[in-house]
């Protein structure tokens, strides 16, 4: 089992910075996927930003340029920073984490990203 908690939300004003930080616990693999997806109001959870064990990268396009994800395999963490951010990143944002050898991720509990004058 795994399990993952997140940190870091809130409400943000247009043009600023947030970073979500994601703490994995619980059962060790040496090849995975781990990163951040968001699901807003009415709309279908979509991907942000995900990371490997070898530090390869992939981002939505929506965020390219202004998000950067990262991870410390020391302290088994994966942190999203957001800069220049805009209302249409309001979303809950979640954990995500799949082991190479399974279909199934686990999923952190969420945590709000309110962008808003």
């Known amino acids: 089992q795994v399990q993952l908690v997140e940190s870091g939300g809130g409400l943000v004003q247009p043009g600023g910075s947030l970073r979500l930080s994601c703490v994995r616990s619980g059962s060790i693999f040496r090849f995975y996927v781990m990163g951040w997806y968001h699901q807003a109001p009415g709309k279908q959870r979509e991907l942000v930003a995900i990371i490997s064990n070898e530090d390869m990268t992939n981002y939505a396009d929506s965020v390219k340029g202004r998000f950067t994800i990262s991870r410390d395999n020391a302290t088994n963490t994966v942190d999203l920073q957001m800069n220049s951010l805009k209302p249409e990143d309001t979303a809950v944002y979640y954990c995500?984490?799949?082991?190479?050898?399974?279909?199934?991720?686990?999923w952190g509990q969420g945590a709000q990203v309110t962008v808003s004058s």
């Open positions: 995500y984490f799949r082991p190479w050898a399974t279909t199934t991720p686990y």
